[in-house]
């Protein structure tokens, strides 16, 4: 089965600051690969999904992730962070079934 | 649109006792999905539902036992509830998977 790595459990970054988070992944098979962000005391959200094409896949709130089949990454990455991206992302993998497999996390602190 | 709900938010259980965990979603996707989420290790799949009428295990289904009573609702049930059992647990449902999944807000689960 497939499955995902988060390289960092917690960043912390100044406000305006860049950042990236590390995921990596494990497939024998195509997959897909998502993004979710999660608030506190909510639910998952899709950020951003790479399904084909273009490697390079964009959020409408700044957030780009780029796959790297070679690498095997699917990194998360932002120039410039606000207060409000403070939350926690979660890598997700799915090999086009049912089965989409999770992140253990990167929980994202933006300080002023 | 409500999208997913789950309820109850909170609940509180005796080691042994029984209890459902009721989502119901009203975006008419085809497949539900059960996960459990805890600290550092991301969310697990408990179970599935591709269809209505069919149910799969997922990663960690010892315990639980689910329900898809019709297109819309995807139950799922402890029938003798453990500590281990304590955990926030996700509904999830799809479209199909290339979509991603819509998530509920979650229902906080602690077993004493």
Redesign the interface.
């Known amino acids: 089965a497939q499955s ?1 790595t ?1 390289l960092d ?1 917690q960043v912390p970054v100044f406000e305006e600051a860049p950042v990236e988070l590390r995921c990596n992944y494990s497939s024998s098979v195509s997959v ?1 690969l ?1 993004w ?1 962000v999660q608030y506190p ?6 950020l951003l ?1 790479y ?1 084909s094409g273009s490697t390079l896949v964009e959020s409408i709130n700044g957030f780009e992730a780029e796959f790297n089949k070679s690498q095997t990454s699917f990194h998360l990455r932002k120039p410039s962070v606000h207060i409000s991206d403070t939350a926690e992302y ?1 890598c997700a993998v ?1 090999a ?10 990167t929980r994202l602190t933006v300080k002023p | 649109n409500a999208g ?1 709900t789950q309820t109850p938010k909170f609940q509180v259980l005796k080691t042994g006792q029984s209890m459902t965990l009721q989502c119901a979603q009203d975006m008419n996707h085809n ?1 539900m ?1 059960w ?1 459990r989420q805890d600290p ?6 408990i179970y ?1 539902s ?1 269809s209505e009428g069919t149910t ?1 295990k ?2 960690v289904p010892n315990g639980y036992n689910v329900s898809r009573l019709n297109k819309r609702e995807f139950s799922l049930r402890l029938e003798s509830a453990a500590p281990s059992q304590t955990s926030v647990y ?1 509904c ?1 449902s799809s479209r199909d ?2 979509y ?7 229902t906080r689960l602690t077993v004493v």
Request: aromatic share 22%; net charge neutral.
């Open positions: 995902v988060q459990s897909y998502f979710y005391n909510q639910g998952l959200q899709l999904k399904l979660f799915s086009h079934n049912n089965d989409m497999r999770f992140g253990a996390g | 997913v497949s999905y996960y550092g290790m991301g969310l697990r799949l599935y591709a799969d997922g990663e996700f999830a998977t290339s991603g999944y819509t998530f509920g807000s979650g």
